[in-house]
């Protein structure tokens, strides 16, 4: 993972927007969040993530045949931001390609990088989840700029020696009907970049929260159980569940819905915010780094997003 180094406190959030830290912590969670400098973007955090992950797992760049980058806040529009870590990591000549399922990304591209080395089209594979939310969150707007905060996380999948171990399976949904419960409107061909897109306010985020809220409960416990019982195996079975961090509330809604084990989830919205496509990655390499999970326990991921979108992993670390 990567993220900004400033800290960005709800006792900050209140000198901008009528809000308070009462609100925000007893309505979400969140405690504090990253934000990117005005001179950051999206790769200076992507990279340091995807060069983080190849190190770890001991694999030289030269050597990963498909970069997966899942964001809906690219440094820029085109060219896609896979091809600037492509470029970095010295994935020669790899294909490199943007995904866009909003917080579900990251779970979307695992489970396609999955495919692409189990058809045995590729050997090594970088998948990164990273977001600049605040880069285009309505800073006016106090229902939606307390919640999102930027950040990088980013993993390598390879081929398992063992047929007990990786990822074990996953499912993927999307619900185009409502794609106007999360959406930044302006800036594509529906709403071009003029300055009447702009004084609309249709460059940034909106989010009808309450209506997203109970959707993202319902769906989350759904597809983890779908998940979980692709692979034959039980909520109770799991050992580490990482959920996306956009609520504390939708988490625990969630956790106590499946009923995983006492403890197992996983939880850090306190500290990063909504980090969106980066949330399950940065969770995932907290909880690797700080040694916590071993060899040979399950791990679930499940996330929640604009499209809408939502899917589970099923990892056997
Ligand atoms: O990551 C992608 C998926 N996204 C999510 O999963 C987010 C899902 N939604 C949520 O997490 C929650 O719906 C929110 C945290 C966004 C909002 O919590 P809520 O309990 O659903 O509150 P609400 O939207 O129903 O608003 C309740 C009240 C309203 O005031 P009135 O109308 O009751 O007078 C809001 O205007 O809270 C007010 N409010 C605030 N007050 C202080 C909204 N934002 C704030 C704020 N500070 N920052």
Known sequence: M????????????????????????????IRERR???PDEALTDFALPAADRALEMAGVA?????????????????????SCAVQDHIGALDAPAFDLSAACTGFIYGVALGAQFIEAGRARNVVVVGGEMLT????????????????????????????DDRGVMGYALHADGSLGDLIERPGG??????????????????TMRGNETFKKAVRRLAEVSEEALAGCGLEPLDVDWFIPHQANRR??????????????????????YGNTSAASVPIALDELNRAGRIQPGQTVLMTAFGSGLTWASAVVKW
């Open 2 to 29: 990567a993220v900004p180094e400033r800290v960005v406190t709800n006792a900050d959030l209140e000198k901008l927007v009528d809000t308070t830290d009462e609100w925000i912590v007893t309505r979400t969670g």
């Open 35 to 37: 934000m990117a400098a």
């Open 61 to 81: 760049g030269t050597d990963v045949d498909l970069v997966i980058c899942a964001t809906v806040s690219p440094d820029r529009i085109f060219p896609a931001t």
């Open 135 to 162: 880069k285009i969150v309505d800073w006016t707007d106090r229902a939606t700029c307390v919640l999102f905060g930027d950040g990088a996380g980013a993993v390598v999948l390879q081929a398992a020696a063992e």
């Open 188 to 205: 594509g061909s529906r709403a071009p970049i003029s300055h009447e897109m702009i004084d609309a306010g249709q460059h940034h985020i």
């Open 250 to 271: 939708i988490i625990d809604a969630v956790g106590q819905r499946l009923a995983v084990p006492e403890g197992s989830t996983y939880v850090n919205v306190d500290r």
